[in-house]
């Protein structure tokens, strides 16, 4: 298989937007809807609806972290080597 190297120059930015995004989003939202069905499940409004969600918020950041370490590494194995270039100052 040919892997075409004519790739669009915003795809791999809207790919990294919406792995992101969803790194936001999701645990966020499932951590709101688990809280409120626990706490009417269990009685207890909202401790633990507000325990998941302050979950959550670290889920996304560690989430974020990881994917922002990943592209960064991919830009820069994909970055031209110029270091042996005469032509740049």
Do not use: C, H
């Amino acid at each position: 298989m040919i892997e075409n190297d004519k790739k669009p120059y915003w795809r791999d930015p809207l790919i990294a937007f919406g792995r992101m995004s969803g790194w936001v989003i999701g645990p966020i939202l499932a951590a709101l809807v688990a809280g409120k069905w626990l706490d009417r499940k269990y009685d207890t409004a909202p401790f633990l609806f507000l325990a998941l969600t302050g979950i959550a918020f670290f889920v996304s950041i560690g989430g974020l972290l990881k994917e922002t370490k990943k592209y960064l590494k991919n830009i820069k194995n994909n970055e031209p080597d110029t270091s042996n270039n005469p032509d740049q100052s």
